[in-house]
């Protein structure tokens, strides 16, 4: 059985509640391919402080930008999914991609949000399985709270909550950790 294709992914979202809200998504591809993209219709009256300081302060596009961008995209739910759909149609050539994240309870289930739910998630592109690196580092004997940045040897902390960052974090550790 060949291995599948990888797909490295984080989100950042309004709360850690039922009605929690999309504000940007990053994947990085196990061939370096990246996507980035922040959404311009988040619940802004979830936000609190905390938001606002770490994640907010790090969007890379004003909220009045939408669109392709030269480091990806801006809008809001209906064509973030239009693009993320295209992108995963360009790596998804040998079959349904596998897409990992760091703890599958918040990222997956707002990935599926984007496509209305997990059950219209295109079948064709991604994996129906999800995977995460929580439980990988389990598996490895190591503990699940330790500090991606600091096992994944990745020195700067100033992206940290960019969901672009977190990907590329997530895809270090997930290296790391098969390589052991």
Same mark, same amino acid.
């Given at each position: 059985?060949?291995?599948? *294709?990888?797909?490295?992914? #984080?989100? +950042?979202?309004? /709360?850690l509640h039922q009605k929690t809200t999309l504000i940007s998504i990053g994947l990085v591809a196990d061939t370096g391919q990246k996507f980035y993209a922040e959404l311009t219709d988040y619940d802004r009256s979830q936000v609190d402080d905390w938001l606002r300081d770490n994640v907010i302060? *790090?969007?890379?596009?004003? +909220?009045?930008?939408? /669109?392709?961008? &030269? +480091?990806?995209? !801006?809008?809001?739910?209906?064509?973030v999914k239009e693009w993320l759909e295209s992108w995963l149609r360009g790596l998804a050539t #040998? /079959? &349904?991609?596998?897409? =990992?994240? %760091?703890?599958l309870a918040y990222d997956w289930v707002l990935f599926?949000? $984007? =496509? /209305?739910g997990a059950l219209e998630v295109p079948p064709r592109y991604v994996h129906y399985i999800p995977m995460d690196i929580c439980t990988l580092f389990k598996v490895k004997d190591i503990? &699940? #709270?330790?500090? *991606? +940045?600091?096992? !994944?040897?990745?020195?700067?902390? !100033?992206?940290?909550?960019? !969901?672009?960052w977190d990907a590329k974090v997530i895809k270090a550790c997930h %290296?790391? $950790?098969?390589?052991?």
């Open positions: 059985m060949s291995e599948k *294709r990888k797909i490295f992914f #984080d989100t +950042e979202f309004t /709360g302060s *790090r969007l890379k596009f004003a +909220e009045t930008v939408h /669109g392709v961008l &030269p +480091e990806g995209y !801006a809008g809001d739910t209906v064509h #040998d /079959g &349904p991609i596998e897409m =990992w994240s %760091d703890c599926c949000q $984007l =496509w /209305g503990d &699940p #709270d330790i500090n *991606r +940045e600091e096992f !994944a040897e990745m020195k700067t902390k !100033a992206e940290k909550h960019n !969901a672009l %290296d790391k $950790l098969m390589s052991m």
